[in-house]
């Protein structure tokens, strides 16, 4: 046996000089333990031998702590695997490359099946294609298209393969991201003492939570407010406050940054931020910036699956998945980040569905109109015609 290992060993040498390695070789682990082992690993890894071919179903090594080297090797479909070894493992392995193991990563939540329910999806109005890096638990971050477009607590997300939904969880998380808006910075004509700055976001309706910018002036103390201009459903014009500070600044104080919270949603893409001078000069804003939440979304799917996540129609409900009794589970779990491509829009929304919160009046206005035409036409129907008159 020994003589045939021996042989084979040669045979994978003359094999390797006609062209170059397939796999790459890693350095030493250190500090050794399996934490750092799994997190050099992608989909399979070889342990330090190797034999030249390769079953995928053979049995996994039981303790990955004995080894100490460990190369990458990406297969993407399953039968036998040829490869040829660099020197480099053939020196770190035993003479008789007794010590070549194989490890295979565990499947992330085993038993769990990665498809759901058909659905119609000709109500959704907008869809992305989802790219998958490789099989197993999945993660996409939610962006501003999506957070714009979508319900407020996202309950029209789906996640779609050949007409049935993938479960997913929603992942709400502590992480923020911040967006650099468009300022326009103004005065008041009728009170000079009041200065305004016009805050122009990319989207509309974005859960922003945090408002932020620094300070040039050196002293002062104001209270600020935040709002937005909406129209109602009767076409008046109304404020909706989004949240208000006291900022103050002093010469000592080295931190330059003032911030305040945003309480309500905004419905809108324009935000107006307000403060009365009094007896003072005005104040110098610069370098705003507003943050909003990390939403992901958690799923399992396979590599070579065509998905694609499905959001614009306001009258969906929250999805009831099984899933979510495994949410620990998935959140504990190696994720992997898939990628969002381009919008794509599937039809044009309804009129009704056209009129952006806030922004009503027209529907008000419009039916009223129409029953004031109506009532005047049977008025005219009512009144007695004029009679001729008695020659």
Same mark, same amino acid.
């Given at each position: 046996?020994? &003589?045939? %290992?021996?042989?084979?060993?040669?045979?994978?040498?003359?094999?390797?000089? *006609?062209?170059?390695?397939?796999?790459?070789?890693?350095?030493?682990?250190?500090?050794?333990?399996?934490? %750092?082992?799994?997190?050099?690993?992608?989909?399979?890894?070889?342990?330090?031998?190797?034999?030249?071919?390769?079953?995928? !179903?053979?049995?996994?090594?039981?303790?990955?702590?004995?080894?100490?080297?460990?190369?990458?090797?990406?297969?993407?479909?399953?039968?036998?695997?040829?490869?040829?070894?660099?020197?480099?493992?053939?020196?770190?392995?035993?003479?008789?490359?007794?010590?070549?193991?194989?490890?295979? !990563?565990?499947?992330?939540?085993?038993?769990?099946?990665?498809?759901?329910?058909?659905?119609?999806?000709?109500?959704? /109005?907008?869809?992305?294609?989802?790219?998958?890096?490789?099989?197993?638990?999945?993660?996409?971050?939610?962006?501003?298209? /999506?957070?714009?477009?979508?319900?407020?607590?996202?309950?029209? #997300?789906? /996640?779609?393969?050949?007409?049935?939904?993938?479960?997913?969880?929603?992942?709400?998380?502590?992480?923020?991201?911040?967006?650099?808006?468009?300022?326009?910075?103004?005065?008041?004509?009728?009170?000079?003492?009041?200065?305004?700055?016009?805050?122009?976001?990319?989207?509309?309706?974005?859960?922003?939570?945090?408002?932020?910018?620094?300070?040039?002036?050196?002293?002062?103390?104001?209270?600020?407010?935040?709002?937005?201009?909406?129209?109602?459903?009767? *076409?008046?014009?109304?404020?909706? #406050?989004?949240?208000?500070?006291?900022?103050?600044?002093?010469?000592?104080?080295?931190?330059?940054?003032?911030?305040?919270?945003?309480?309500?949603?905004?419905?809108?893409?324009?935000?107006?931020?307000?403060?009365?001078?009094?007896?003072?000069?005005?104040?110098?804003?610069?370098?705003?910036?507003?943050?909003?939440?990390?939403?992901?979304?958690?799923?399992?799917?396979?590599?070579?699956?065509?998905?694609?996540?499905?959001?614009?129609?306001?009258?969906?409900?929250?999805?009831?998945?099984?899933?979510?009794?495994?949410?620990?589970?998935?959140?504990?779990?190696?994720?992997?980040?898939?990628?969002?491509?381009?919008?794509?829009?599937?039809?044009?929304?309804?009129?009704?569905? &056209?009129?952006?919160?806030?922004?009503? *009046?027209?529907?008000?206005?419009?039916?009223?109109?129409?029953?004031?035409?109506?009532?005047?036409?049977?008025?005219?129907?009512?009144?007695?015609?004029?009679?001729?008159?008695?020659?």
């Amino acid at each position: 046996m020994n &003589r045939l %290992n021996n042989d084979l060993r040669r045979s994978k040498i003359t094999h390797l000089w *006609g062209r170059p390695p397939v796999c790459r070789f890693e350095e030493p682990l250190a500090p050794w333990s399996p934490t %750092n082992f799994r997190a050099a690993l992608n989909n399979y890894s070889w342990l330090c031998g190797l034999t030249l071919i390769l079953g995928l !179903s053979a049995h996994a090594a039981n303790s990955v702590s004995d080894w100490r080297y460990a190369q990458q090797l990406n297969i993407s479909a399953p039968g036998l695997v040829k490869l040829s070894l660099p020197p480099e493992t053939l020196d770190k392995a035993r003479p008789g490359l007794e010590d070549i193991k194989d490890y295979r !990563s565990p499947e992330a939540l085993p038993g769990v099946e990665d498809g759901g329910a058909p659905l119609d999806v000709s109500a959704w /109005i907008f869809r992305k294609p989802v790219m998958l890096a490789k099989t197993g638990a999945q993660e996409i971050e939610v962006d501003t298209d /999506i957070l714009s477009r979508a319900q407020t607590g996202l309950q029209d #997300l789906r /996640i779609m393969r050949n007409g049935k939904q993938i479960p997913y969880v929603l992942e709400r998380t502590s992480i923020n991201r911040l967006l650099k808006p468009t300022v326009t910075a103004t005065n008041d004509a009728k009170d000079p003492k009041l200065s305004r700055w016009i805050i122009q976001l990319s989207h509309r309706a974005l859960p922003v939570t945090r408002l932020g910018c620094n300070a040039r002036t050196q002293l002062f103390q104001r209270d600020m407010a935040l709002y937005e201009e909406l129209t109602g459903e009767r *076409g008046e014009e109304y404020r909706h #406050l989004l949240g208000g500070a006291s900022w103050m600044q002093t010469p000592e104080r080295k931190r330059k940054e003032v911030a305040l919270t945003i309480d309500s949603q905004p419905q809108s893409d324009t935000f107006l931020l307000e403060t009365h001078n009094g007896d003072n000069p005005p104040i110098e804003l610069v370098s705003f910036q507003v943050s909003y939440p990390v939403t992901r979304v958690l799923f399992k799917a396979k590599f070579k699956d065509e998905l694609f996540l499905y959001y614009g129609n306001p009258r969906a409900i929250s999805p009831r998945y099984d899933l979510n009794l495994m949410a620990a589970q998935l959140l504990a779990s190696e994720k992997t980040v898939a990628t969002l491509g381009a919008e794509d829009r599937l039809k044009q929304p309804s009129w009704a569905a &056209r009129q952006a919160p806030g922004t009503g *009046g027209v529907l008000f206005w419009g039916v009223l109109a129409l029953v004031i035409v109506a009532l005047l036409t049977i008025i005219a129907r009512l009144l007695p015609k004029p009679s001729d008159p008695v020659k």
